[in-house]
């Protein structure tokens, strides 16, 4: 009898997003957390919508900006987190604002 069909399917919606952070941060070779800057009110709300997963153009939509706009803060959202990626960034947010 295999076991497979026995596990069910794990998908990362399955998971709080704290839980992911630190299985992400498990496998990071950072050594120590970069200075974090202060973030607009604005960068919060996309940044937590990027976390979601919504998609720039989502995103864009639903607060009624720009695609060029969005982008340019969630750069800037990565850089003031010291992030190396936009899933890292969504991970110290979590971490940062919960």
Known sequence: ???YPA???????DFAPEVVCEVYEL??????PAAVKELTSRQVTIG??????AKDA???????????TIRA???ALIAGLGAKSRFQAGCL?????G
């Open 58 to 68: 989502a995103i864009a939509h639903e607060l009624g900006l720009s695609l060029r």
């Open 1 to 3: 009898m295999s076991v």
């Open 7 to 13: 596990v069910p399917v794990v998908r990362r919606e």
């Open 48 to 53: 937590r919508m990027m976390a979601t997963g």
């Open 27 to 32: 496998g990071s070779h950072r050594r120590a």
């Open 93 to 97: 947010l979590v971490r940062r604002f």
């Open 73 to 75: 803060e969630i750069s």
